[in-house]
């Protein structure tokens, strides 16, 4: 884990992201600090490891970006047969060797209900492939501390601390394509509203881990074709 995370952005940025993390600059500092202050209260490292906080930047560039899948916060995975619980900071995605989850099940299941060309299903809940072809993995915290999360069972408990990046982000997106799609997945994920316009084609959708998400048609909505092979 690269300790100075902020130091690695500005030595690499996200092909075709620089300019956007340059105007956050003054911004991810204080995020660095409040985040360090953090880990010191708890004695917890935060989730994602920190060289992953920005991983759906540098797997979708700013240009290709058609469909944006906005989420609560980073989700854990577990590798089967281990105690060993990481998140890759995409979503809902996660490493190949990792338990399937119940929401990754219902999104195959629904993609499966609805779009006849996906006809095999995964076995495995990594769906990083599609962040490379126009889907934005967007997490309204882009980091949790699981001791916080552990002790006060609060959720989203970064939430405030990435705001900026998320209002911002969600600026750009809007500027560059105005027919962009945006799904939301559950109630705390469709506050995004709050960052966008009344002209914003949004898709609300409950969370994944749902019963009722099977059968929301929320990817039967999307006005264009995306190739959800795996």
Avoid at 31 to 50: F, G, M, Q, R, W
Avoid at 80 to 93: A, E, I, P, V
Avoid at 162 to 180: Q, T, Y
Avoid at 196 to 224: M, Q
Wanted: charged share 25%.
């Amino acid at each position: 884990m690269n300790t100075d995370w902020l130091e690695q952005l500005k030595q690499n940025p996200p092909n075709d992201w620089g300019e956007f993390f340059e105007s956050l600059d003054e911004d991810l500092e204080e995020i660095k600090t409040a985040l360090s202050k953090e880990i010191v209260k708890y004695k917890c490292p935060n989730e994602p490891d920190n060289n992953t906080y920005f991983a759906p930047f540098y797997l979708t560039p700013i240009s290709s970006i058609k469909l944006v899948f906005v989420t609560n916060e980073p989700l854990l995975g577990t590798i089967y047969g281990t105690c060993d619980t990481k998140s890759q900071g995409l979503g809902f995605s996660l490493r190949k060797d990792d338990l399937i989850t119940p929401a990754i099940t219902n999104i195959y299941s629904e993609i499966c209900r609805t779009i006849p060309e996906f006809t095999d299903f995964p076995t495995h809940g990594d769906i990083s492939q599609w962040a490379k072809r126009g889907i934005f993995f967007l997490t309204l915290s882009l980091s949790i501390n699981p001791m916080r999360y552990k002790k006060e069972k609060v959720q989203r408990s970064h939430s405030k601390v990435w705001a900026v990046v998320i209002r911002k982000f969600c600026e750009l997106v809007m500027s560059k394509n105005k027919e962009c799609v945006w799904i939301t997945f559950g109630r705390d994920a469709a506050s995004i509203r709050n960052y966008l316009t009344s002209r914003s084609l949004i898709i609300e959708a409950p969370h994944p881990s749902s019963p009722t998400f099977v059968g929301s048609d929320c990817f039967k909505k999307i006005p264009f074709t995306i190739d959800w092979s795996l």
